[in-house]
């Protein structure tokens, strides 16, 4: 008969599930040194993790912003109205005369959206929260959407059939043959 080792293996990954996200997206930052994900049902795990994953890769990623400068607005002005004699030119004469258009790729530069830094992420009268700084529109509607996906998802189960269900004052996103086993398990009609 041999003896079980009673050594730990430490793990390659961490156990808990923050710190994964944390290490897993390092583009995200957090408010402070202790993860900021508290209270939440692992049914919504993979939707907040989805909106983690879309705000790291839209922050790391630079975009080419304009700088709206007025030679900018110039220049599109300019080229609009060529094209539209162009096309009567071109019509009339059969020729195009592009070389005329003027180039704004010098006023197109690479600029990083602005970092997001997530204060806290929970769930609080079976609604998702979370409390941010930073970002833009797009950041914004990419937390809107998670918050509207979690409305819809079971925090239990994960399956998007989730309603909102109160159970002895108590409010969850709950599928409905959930909120029945615990309704029958509690004794509550």
Same mark, same amino acid.
């Given at each position: 008969? @041999? ?6 293996? !430490?793990? @390659? ?16 930052? +957090?408010? =402070? ?10 049914? +919504?795990?993979?939707?907040? #993790?989805?909106? !983690? ?15 709206? =400068? ?29 070389? !005329?258009?003027?180039?704004?790729? =010098? ?15 929970? #769930?609080?009268?079976? =609604? ?18 998670? #918050? ?8 239990? @189960? ?6 909102? @269900? ?24």
């Amino acid at each position: 008969m @041999t003896k079980k080792s009673n050594k730990t293996v !430490l793990p @390659t990954e961490p156990e808990d599930w923050c710190e994964r996200m944390v290490q897993k997206y390092p583009h995200v930052l +957090w408010e =402070s040194d202790a993860v900021a994900i508290s209270g939440l049902p692992s049914g +919504w795990e993979n939707t907040v #993790e989805d909106l !983690l994953r879309c705000i790291n890769e839209y922050t790391s990623n630079p975009r080419w912003v304009c700088d709206n =400068s007025y030679a900018f607005k110039f220049k599109i002005a300019y080229n609009s109205m060529l094209r539209k004699l162009f096309k009567k030119i071109k019509r009339r004469f059969g020729f195009h005369p592009s070389s !005329l258009i003027c180039s704004t790729d =010098s006023h197109y530069s690479e600029k990083y959206p602005r970092a997001v830094t997530i204060g806290q992420i929970k #769930e609080k009268f079976a =609604s998702l929260r979370v409390y941010y700084d930073g970002g833009d529109e797009r950041v914004k509607g990419m937390i809107a959407m998670a #918050e509207n996906i979690c409305d819809i998802t079971c925090q239990s @189960t994960g399956n998007r059939t989730g309603v909102y @269900t109160n159970i002895s004052g108590w409010v969850s996103i709950l599928d409905p043959k959930v909120a029945n086993k615990i309704k029958k398990e509690r004794g509550i009609k």
